[in-house]
């Protein structure tokens, strides 16, 4: 079984930084790639920024330049710096793994982390 524990989230004020963090554990053979998407009231989930088994990440556009995907594949856990924070990135923000099992692939989320920035 597959655990991701999410950490990092938190109240900011705009401009401010924070840091998560997603740890994945569990019986899996190998990561393809993880990634952070969040979720505003009243709003689609959305991606925010992914980063593959070997180190290609993907940023929408709405974070370029202000968060960095980064990942420890020792640890098996992804990280996601976001500086110049926005109140338009309040949301809740969850964890994303895609992972597989001998010859299938699966999908885990996080149970999410709030995110709030206060203008």
């Known amino acids: 079984q597959v655990q991701l524990v999410e950490s990092g989230g938190g109240l900011v004020q705009a401009g401010g930084s924070l840091r998560l963090s997603c740890a994945a554990s569990g019986s899996f053979v190998s990561i393809r790639a993880m990634g952070w998407y969040r979720q505003a009231p009243g709003k689609q989930r959305e991606l925010v920024a992914t980063i593959t088994n070997v180190g290609i990440a993907n940023y929408a556009d709405s974070v370029k330049g202000r968060f960095t995907i980064s990942r420890d594949n020792l640890k098996n856990t992804v990280y996601l710096q976001m500086n110049s924070l926005k109140p338009e990135d309040t949301a809740v923000y969850y964890c994303?793994?895609?992972?597989?099992?001998?010859?299938?692939?699966?999908?885990?989320w996080g149970q999410g982390t709030q995110v709030t920035v206060s203008s």
């Open positions: 994303n793994l895609k992972y597989d099992v001998t010859s299938y692939a699966y999908e885990k």
